[in-house]
């Protein structure tokens, strides 16, 4: 995926089972390559960071419902790192507002996550209803990271609302020509590499 990917996730269950493995995995296959570990962090925000911003992570996920403490200290630690954290909004997808209206975030915070969650899909749910909230977070100044579901039957719509990432899961892991799908995916992307959060203006 080296030449197709700005960055490589290190997705929750894979760091479940390799640990911080996985990550320095990544880093030597594709050095040239940011990796992101989703951790997923709820609490102990300082000890995971160090964890994974130590093991060569260049970014993180926290859920959107921790602590402000616990933002505040991965928050803390990612500035420390030059590194940037995620803020997950899993835990409320479906709802009509992913996050307060009064939501303020560390400076080193430099996207919202935006996504259908793996469960809901394989039972069943087709909603499209993240691909649709990114324009909203675009409308409260956020940056969006977009995952669950994105291939090629949702392409079209997602760059539509053009989010700042998009994490393709299944969609290249699970065919059976991975190299040949990430490639047609970047071809279609009409601004590859754009969003970095040191973009912003």
């Known amino acids: ?24 995995t990544a880093r030597e296959l594709c050095p040239g390559v940011k990796v992101l570990a989703d951790t997923k962090t709820v609490d102990g ?36 790192f030059g590194a940037t954290v995620i803020v997950d909004t899993i835990t409320e997808t479906g709802k009509a507002e992913l996050l307060p209206l009064n939501a303020v975030f560390p400076e080193s915070f430099g996207y919202v996550a935006v996504h ?35 291939g090629p039957d949702t392409l079209e719509a997602v760059i539509a609302v053009e989010p700042e990432i998009l994490v393709v899961g299944s969609a290249i892991t699970e065919s059976a020509s ?10 279609r992307l009409p601004n590859p590499g754009r969003g970095w959060p040191w973009d912003r203006r």
């Not at 991975?178 to 071809?187: F, N, Q, S």
């Open 116 to 150: 259908s969650p793996t469960d809901a899909r394989l039972a069943g749910n087709t909603s499209t209803s993240h691909i649709d909230a990114v324009k909203k977070m675009h409308d409260r100044g956020f940056l969006v990271s977009l995952a669950g579901g994105i």
């Open 45 to 80: 925000g300082q000890f995971e960071a160090d964890m994974v911003f130590g093991a060569g992570a260049a970014f993180m996920t926290v859920l959107s419902c921790a602590s402000s403490a616990t933002h505040d200290a991965v928050g803390r630690r990612a500035a420390a």
């Open 178 to 187: 991975p190299k040949e799908i990430a490639r047609w995916i970047r071809d």
């Open 1 to 24: 995926m080296k030449a197709f990917a700005d960055i490589i996730e290190i997705g929750t269950p894979l760091l479940k089972r390799l640990g911080l493995s996985a990550i320095s």
